[in-house]
């Protein structure tokens, strides 16, 4: 059963809106609220899959009012109901965090049901695919990657949020393309990567990986980093699209590097050595 809240002063109107939800065979159930005290007491005693506001009932400050309910209630959807000729307001009151809106013609009774299902739904999946996000964000946070898309036709690079903080670069202040993206190779390893870039694209190539050292912006540091790209190629096979990820690698080097200094010194005493060494 689908619980909906509706925040509506208007007697009549609020009685059309439940029978046009009690047709479906007792799918809703629906508590009235006609003013904020009475609005409040509804929420404090049930969990609701969606409000129904009207913006005439909120008042003048009916934007300011949803915006204080979503910052208090950001998983219940919010579906606000106008007047025809008033859809800019629908617009600011989206801005404000209502989900849908549905203007109230003479024919939106028997929409009704279909909209809330709907926006219950859409909502739902916007939420998943959030978290989902999320997920994938802290994920790339704790490994040390990025991710990144560049279309070579229009030099148009994107960058996710973890990819910024590898290079040491603000978001807000750096915009990718190729030519800044090769301005942060070491000096010493920047031709190699453009010429390897360069002929992955006119050699139409699948995919490629690299390594290669990077200047952190913010710190100064070296760091080594891992690049993973594959293609993506039009009708002709001419590629239209890299995506990939980049992993900073450095920790890993340091500590293959180690290994690699004690194995080496471990030989050299095994082998100078006069005496056998049993292990």
């Known amino acids: ?7 509506i002063k208007n007697s009549h109107e609020l009685m059309l809106i439940k029978k046009a939800l009690e047709r479906e065979e007792d799918e809703f159930f629906v508590i009235e609220a006609s003013d904020f005290k009475a609005f409040k007491s509804a929420l404090s005693k049930k969990n609701f ?28 959807p919010v579906i606000v109901l106008i007047d025809p000729g008033l859809e800019k307001i629908a617009i600011k009151a989206h801005k404000h965090g209502a989900d849908d809106y549905l203007i109230k013609d003479s ?11 709907f926006c219950i739904g859409a909502f739902k999946t916007s939420h998943e695919l959030n978290e989902i996000k999320q997920l994938l964000l802290k994920s790339q946070v704790i490994g040390k ?14 960058w996710s949020e973890p990819t910024y903080k590898i290079f040491g670069v603000d978001p807000n202040n750096f915009k990718p393309s190729y030519e800044k993206f090769m301005e942060l190779i070491h000096p ?6 453009d010429t390897l870039c360069s002929h992955s694209l006119e050699q139409r190539q699948s995919k490629f990986e690299t390594e290669f050292r990077i200047l952190r912006q913010d ?33 890993i080097k340091i500590t293959e590097e180690t290994l690699k200094e004690n194995l080496e010194k471990f030989r050299a005493i095994f082998e100078y050595s006069p005496d056998v060494i049993f292990i």
């Open 1 to 7: 059963m689908i619980s909906v809240l509706c925040f």
């Open 49 to 76: 899959d969606v409000v129904l506001f009207d913006l005439k009932t909120l008042g003048v400050d009916n934007l300011i009012a949803i915006r204080n309910f979503k910052d208090q209630n950001p998983f219940i």
């Open 107 to 117: 024919t939106y009774f028997p929409w009704l049901p279909h909209m809330i299902r």
């Open 145 to 158: 990657i990025g991710s990144c898309m560049y279309n070579p036709l229009k030099n148009r690079m994107i």
């Open 188 to 193: 010493n390893d920047r031709e190699v990567i």
């Open 219 to 251: 710190t100064g540091e070296i760091r080594v980093v891992k690049m993973v790209c594959e293609y993506q190629k039009d009708n002709t096979g001419r590629i239209i699209k890299s995506m990939g990820i980049i992993q900073d690698i450095t920790e």
